[in-house]
């Protein structure tokens, strides 16, 4: 099955603290991206970080990083120094069969 | 600026009444796509485009159709909606199919009765 999950529908984080969200993905194949994407209130879908399966070196942008371990199929987000624009449903989504399979969604309040 | 730009971003409709949303990119992306996003599913792909040459179903294709006659356009017809296609669709464009982030569409909020 192509699934991707996501185990928390909700999260909240105080502001300037750190929060991990979690993703784990079901695949065959080899080689793959993951990415997560924010979708603040506007309901635009932001690419916040991509990762390339075939690379060991944790992805990093800024405030957020990942903790991507392959053999265990999972892709967290951790976003360090939260702030209150960060407030978003968050949506971990892997490649694959020309798509890209998104989890169901972490909805994070980051509370001042 | 590049984006992808969808149309309208809001439509209320009639059961049975043909609409379409288009969607228009500027970046000369090959590969574009069409997602729902429903409340508890999050985004699933209806129909998928890998050039002008090549469309194809995504996971949820029926009651859709889709046109890619020119690179830049992809826009998604709903021939006879129905109330089960009350969602938020959007579409949106890469590159190439894989490696590379997906730009979105601001999204389009669909309601039929």
């Known amino acids: 099955a192509q699934t991707v999950t996501q185990s928390q529908p909700e999260m909240s984080v105080q502001e300037a603290e750190t929060v991990t969200l979690s993703c784990t993905y079901d695949?065959?194949?080899?080689?793959?991206?993951l990415f997560w994407y924010k979708q603040p209130p506007s309901r635009q879908m932001i690419l916040v970080i991509r990762?390339?399966?075939?690379?060991?070196q944790n992805a990093t942008e800024n405030r957020f990083s990942v903790n991507f371990q392959k053999a265990a199929k999972s892709f967290s987000l951790k976003i360090s120094d939260s702030q209150l624009g960060d407030t978003a449903m968050y949506f971990c989504?892997?490649?694959?069969?020309?798509?890209?399979?998104f989890g169901t969604g972490t909805r994070l309040t980051v509370i001042p | 600026e590049a984006q992808v730009t969808q149309n309208p971003r809001y439509l209320i409709t009639v059961t049975g009444k043909k609409l379409t949303v288009t969607c228009s990119q500027n970046?000369?992306?090959?590969?574009m796509s069409w997602y729902r996003q429903d409340p508890g599913l999050g985004l699933r792909q209806i129909y998928y485009?890998?050039?002008?040459?090549?469309?194809d179903k995504g996971d949820v294709p029926e009651g859709y159709k889709v046109s890619r006659k020119e690179k830049r356009n992809f826009p998604l017809i709903l021939e006879s909606p129905s109330p089960n296609q009350t969602s938020l669709y959007f579409c949106?464009?890469?590159?190439?199919?894989?490696?590379?982030?997906?730009?979105f569409g601001s999204g389009t909020r669909l309601t039929v009765v």
């Open positions: 970046m000369n992306h090959e590969y």
């Open positions: 485009s890998m050039n002008v040459e090549v469309t």
């Open positions: 695949t065959s194949e080899s080689n793959y991206y």
């Open positions: 989504a892997r490649t694959g069969a020309n798509n890209l399979f």
């Open positions: 990762q390339e399966a075939y690379k060991q």
């Open positions: 949106a464009s890469s590159l190439f199919w894989g490696n590379y982030g997906y730009t």
